[in-house]
């Protein structure tokens, strides 16, 4: 979400210089430039298939129930600022239902005290841990529901990671859609679990911060959100993908995204909303907009959209492509009743999917203000009363933030530094990342700075620190419990100083960052997205500094994403490197976990360090294209992001997706596939049912006037109408003009199911088991310590990755022991998606497994004996 002013002035700001009339040269003459999004209606309604049957069938009875008004509350947001959450609908008081509360962010509860800073997702990830993942959600999922908070606003799934510098990336996981398939799945039934609705975001596409939202750019003028252009294959193959394991594993929301795809926006996009999304994917629950990504009215509820936040146009307009215009439409007969039916369904069905109706706590904070009492609707200063009761949400779970973290560090190098003993006779601290921001952890408004150590970015993923360990209070209590000696210089341009006692310490230890956030802030001039993938102040320059006089210097990176590491990683007084993500509240204690050897870092990269940006494929869109309203951003790369795209290339990173190291060391032995029968894959065929309509509506316009009794609180938004004259009542000077809605988008009529689709995350056959491979590891070093195995899989085609990621497991290994490694191998995972028959099919190529420790450094495979699903 963001601020209008601010985000325009932030463009003003960044791109204060004159745009050249260029056309960005990788979009110039692409066959997906100016690609079109074909229709696609009705939208389709929830059946209650897969294990939705239950809270279906409580939803409709509840939804039944409810007057036309009432469904529209449920649907429309009630306007920014006007409620204790980032977006709140409007309340049932006649059935005692309190308004729904939205509240970010996918790493903790925003905008609310005596909460937790959980590590990153793009963090996380590295762990490759399911129980880590689950447990992060259900943790962050305990906090919100403690909070008051019905839907999450989380987690991140879009971006990707297509381009490393994307500014959000690290709110998501890992540009692996396999790795972040399972990340995401995970994370919803963690949150879900705790009583909590996830709400996976962005849909899709949302792969970069410039220009995703329009806007009025100095010197240029208007420039329209971007359209990101992207093939069927890709779609399926690459960004879909972690969006079906999030379906299958329950969201019970969605967020559709500010950017355009194929030049649709993307709430009012029917084919990835109707078609793909609810239809392909089989999605039960509901969609939500990102705030302010609604364009319009009856087209987006045509296009599958079932409740718009924070429910106003734009941010405290008073007026709503919802509420008042919802209730007309449905009135005039453009919508058919049996959509808002849907949309409030879906939002019910949700709601009991994940037990509210037993966990449904009252919002007990409010995001605008940390004042104990004050006003409710802080923009309409009316509600004056308790907001805030402080209300600690916490339990124990910092101890599973610093297990998490720790778990989360990645050891890239390591000539022997590693682990120290604590008895170093002088440890030298370096860097601005090493200490405190002089502001405080929070003094940063959504943590829109990089003053001091780097442990969450910036924007609205984020929440605010109960408090910040810092890697220098953490490793100087090491230092000085052993009676050592330590120095600290945390001016990253005291140059003096630096080499002063760079040249004296037995180790030194710097620590650098990178930092990245929502194109509503602009740090240092990079607008969300990052501009260069260096580290930040002069990270590079201090290294040096430290490593030219100390010949045991340990680089440590907090950071979004890749660094560029060329300038020091080669250098032989650099004995140490550790990538430690975005690791939360309890970094000190983590990072100092792993130096002294508490832990053994047993992470691996998310991604491929490389040694330049172009490496990674094309580039961010940084400037508006002449000759199009909206930038056409055309992924002409494919499905060839991160690793796939080093490998097609021939590009050697300096440390591969998957890479990492331990204190000990494992080998690999034994791989063994099993073949399981599954028999053939069937596409579904078939109608659906009829649409539903739960209950009548009143013709009398009556009954649709502004109660009396009413007074409206600032810029809140109602579902009444101000006069019986629909005219009037919709303040829209366009209205009743003659649209031809698109055909079919009234049909409520059984209609066909689609082959590839079936239950929540698509065909359900797609996860029949094909293989189980198994493989046996050993610890052949001296210390305990976890082994990510990692299963690559070779499809075989011309147009396939070389390898891509299809197996993983975290095992736990004590020295000489031997363990199993088991992963399945499941139809989709040896399917391709062919466009012409609109399913996944086995091709005929060859294809082979590699199972080993990263993604370059494979020990052992076998060939998978497809022939009998073969076409
Ligand atoms: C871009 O080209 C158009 C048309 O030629 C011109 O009107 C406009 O001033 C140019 N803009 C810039 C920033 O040069
Ligand atoms: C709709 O929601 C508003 C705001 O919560 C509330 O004041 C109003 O009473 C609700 N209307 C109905 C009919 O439930
Ligand atoms: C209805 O929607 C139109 C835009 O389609 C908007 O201009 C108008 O203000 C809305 N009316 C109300 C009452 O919110
Ligand atoms: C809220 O939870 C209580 C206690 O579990 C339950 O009795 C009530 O029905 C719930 N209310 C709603 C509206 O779901
Ligand atoms: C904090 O960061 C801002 C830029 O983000 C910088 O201008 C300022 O000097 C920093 N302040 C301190 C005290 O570190
Ligand atoms: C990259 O960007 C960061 C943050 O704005 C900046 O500190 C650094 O100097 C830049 N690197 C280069 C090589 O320009
Ligand atoms: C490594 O450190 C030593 C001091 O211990 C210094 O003399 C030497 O120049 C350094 N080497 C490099 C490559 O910086
Ligand atoms: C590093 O420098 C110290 C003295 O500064 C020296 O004792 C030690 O042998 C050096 N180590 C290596 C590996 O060069
Ligand atoms: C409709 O009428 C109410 C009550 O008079 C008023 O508060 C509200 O602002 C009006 N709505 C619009 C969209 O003007
Ligand atoms: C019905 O109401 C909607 C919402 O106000 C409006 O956009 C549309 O033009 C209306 N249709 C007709 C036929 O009056």
């Given at each position: 979400m963001q601020r209008l002013a601010q985000a325009l002035l932030a463009i003003g700001l960044v791109q204060a210089q004159s745009y050249p009339n260029t056309t960005n040269p990788t979009n110039s003459s692409s066959p997906l430039n100016d690609a079109q999004s074909p229709p696609f209606y009705p939208s389709p309604w929830i059946e209650g298939t897969g294990d939705w049957a239950e809270a279906y069938?409580?939803?409709?009875?509840?939804?039944?129930?409810?007057?036309?008004?009432?469904?529209?509350?449920?649907?429309?947001?009630?306007?920014?600022?006007?409620?204790?959450?980032?977006?709140?609908?409007?309340?049932?008081?006649?059935l005692g239902f309190k308004a729904l509360c939205m509240q970010d962010s996918p790493l903790g509860v925003r905008f609310a005290d005596y909460v937790s800073a959980f590590p990153a997702g793009g963090s996380v990830a590295a762990s490759w841990d399911r129980g880590e993942f689950y447990r992060r959600g259900y943790e962050m999922g305990s906090e919100h529901r403690d909070k008051g908070v019905d839907v999450q606003l989380g987690p991140a799934v879009g971006p990707l990671g297509r381009n490393p510098k994307g500014g959000r990336n690290w709110e998501g996981f890992s540009p692996d859609p396999y790795l972040t398939g399972h990340a995401v799945a995970e994370t919803v039934r963690g949150i879900q679990d705790a009583g909590v609705i996830a709400c996976t975001k962005h849909y899709i596409y949302n792969e970069q911060e410039h220009f995703r939202q329009p806007g009025n750019f100095e010197d240029f003028g208007f420039v329209d959100a971007i359209s990101s252009n992207v093939d069927d294959k890709t779609l399926h193959e690459l960004y879909l993908w972690p969006f079906a394991d999030a379906v299958r594993a329950g969201t019970g929301a969605i967020m559709c995204s500010y950017n355009k795809a194929n030049n649709s926006q993307l709430c009012q996009n029917s084919y990835l909303q109707n078609y793909i999304l609810k239809g392909e994917l089989g999605f039960q629950g509901f969609i939500m907009s990102d705030w302010q990504a609604q364009h319009s009215g009856v087209s987006s509820a045509q296009a599958g959209l079932d409740m718009t936040m924070p429910g106003d146009t734009v941010f405290n307009s008073g007026f709503s492509y919802w509420g008042t215009n919802l209730t007309i439409s449905v009135l005039n007969g453009t919508l058919p009743q049996w959509r808002l039916d849907d949309a409030a369904t879906r939002i019910m069905a949700a709601y009991y999917y994940v037990g509210r109706d037993r966990d449904n706590v009252t919002t007990n904070f409010n995001s605008w203000t940390r004042d104990t009492y004050s006003y409710r609707n802080y923009y309409g200063k009316a509600d004056y009363e308790l907001v805030n009761q402080h209300i600690d949400v916490r339990a124990e779970h910092f101890r599973s933030i610093r297990t998490s973290a720790a778990k989360s560090t990645v050891l890239l190098k390591n000539n022997g530094a590693l682990p120290l003993t604590g008895h170093e006779k002088w440890t030298g601290v370096f860097g601005n990342d090493a200490g405190e921001n002089l502001y405080g952890p929070n003094g940063c408004a959504d943590r829109g700075c990089d003053n001091g150590t780097l442990a969450m970015g910036w924007g609205s993923g984020t929440s605010d620190f109960p408090y910040l360990i810092t890697p220098l209070e953490a490793i100087k209590r090491v230092v000085t419990d052993n009676g050592r000696a330590l120095g600290s210089v945390l001016d990253n341009y005291a140059y003096a100083q630096i080499q002063a006692l760079a040249a004296q310490v037995s180790v030194a230890i710097v620590f650098v960052n990178a930092d990245s956030g929502e194109g509503y802030i602009t740090v240092d001039g990079n607008f969300g997205d990052r501009n260069n993938?260096?580290?930040?102040?002069?990270?590079?320059?201090?290294?040096?500094?430290?490593?030219?006089?100390?010949?045991?210097?340990?680089?440590?990176?907090?950071?979004?994403?890749?660094?560029?590491?060329?300038?020091?990683?080669?250098?032989?007084?650099?004995?140490?490197?550790?990538?430690?993500?975005?690791?939360?509240?309890?970094?000190?204690?983590?990072?100092?976990?792993?130096?002294?050897?508490?832990?053994?870092?047993?992470?691996?990269?998310?991604?491929?360090?490389?040694?330049?940006?172009?490496?990674?494929?094309?580039?961010?869109?940084?400037?508006?294209?002449?000759?199009?309203?909206?930038?056409?951003?055309?992924?002409?790369?494919?499905?060839?992001?991160?690793?796939?795209?080093?490998?097609?290339?021939?590009?050697?990173p300096v440390y591969e997706f998957g890479f990492g190291l331990s204190y000990t060391t494992f080998s690999y032995s034994n791989v063994s596939v099993q073949k399981v029968n599954a028999g053939p894959y069937v596409p579904t065929t078939g109608l659906t049912t009829a649409a539903p309509t739960l209950g009548n509506f009143s013709r009398d316009l009556n009954d649709y006037q502004w109660p009396s009794d009413l007074t409206r609180e600032g810029t809140f938004i109602y579902p009444y109408l101000n006069s019986t004259n629909l005219t009037e009542a919709?303040?829209?000077?366009?209205?009743?003009?003659?649209?031809?809605?698109?055909?079919?988008?009234?049909?409520?009529?059984?209609?066909?199911?689609?082959?590839?689709?079936?239950?929540?995350?698509?065909?359900?056959?797609?996860?029949?088991?094909?293989?189980t491979v198994t493989a046996s590891i050993t610890n052949n070093g001296t210390l305990p310590g976890d082994e990510v195995v990692q299963l690559y899989l070779s499809l075989g085609g011309p147009e396939d990755p070389a390898i891509q990621l299809r197996g993983f497991d975290r095992l736990s290994i004590q020295p000489n022991e031997t363990?199993?490694?088991?992963?399945?191998?499941?139809?989709?995972?040896?399917?391709?998606?062919?466009?012409?028959?609109?399913?996944?099919?086995?091709?005929?190529?060859?294809?082979?497994?590699?199972?080993?420790?990263?993604s370059r450094k494979l020990y052992l495979e076998a060939d998978l004996d497809l022939s009998e699903y073969q076409s």
């Open positions: 069938a409580k939803a409709q009875a509840f939804v039944r129930q409810l007057t036309l008004i009432e469904k529209v509350n449920l649907t429309t947001g009630t306007g920014w600022q006007s409620d204790n959450c980032v977006g709140n609908v409007g309340e049932i008081p006649r993938l260096t580290a930040w102040g002069s990270g590079d320059a201090l290294i040096k500094n430290v490593s030219s006089l100390c010949n045991n210097t340990i680089v440590v990176i907090h950071s979004v994403g890749p660094v560029l590491v060329n300038s020091f990683y080669d250098s032989e007084n650099v004995t140490a490197i550790l990538w430690a993500g975005l690791p939360g509240q309890e970094s000190g204690n983590a990072i100092a976990d792993v130096l002294y050897g508490r832990v053994n870092p047993g992470a691996k990269l998310p991604f491929t360090i490389g040694t330049s940006e172009e490496e990674y494929g094309p580039d961010l869109i940084y400037e508006p294209i002449a000759g199009h309203d909206s930038p056409q951003d055309n992924f002409e790369e494919g499905i060839f992001i991160d690793y796939r795209a080093f490998d097609k290339k021939n590009i050697t919709s303040f829209d000077p366009q209205y009743g003009l003659n649209y031809s809605w698109p055909a079919g988008s009234s049909d409520g009529s059984p209609q066909a199911r689609i082959a590839a689709g079936g239950a929540p995350g698509g065909n359900p056959q797609l996860w029949d088991v094909l293989f363990v199993t490694f088991t992963t399945d191998i499941l139809r989709r995972d040896v399917s391709n998606w062919e466009v012409e028959s609109q399913n996944w099919v086995i091709s005929k190529y060859p294809k082979k497994i590699y199972i080993g420790a990263s």
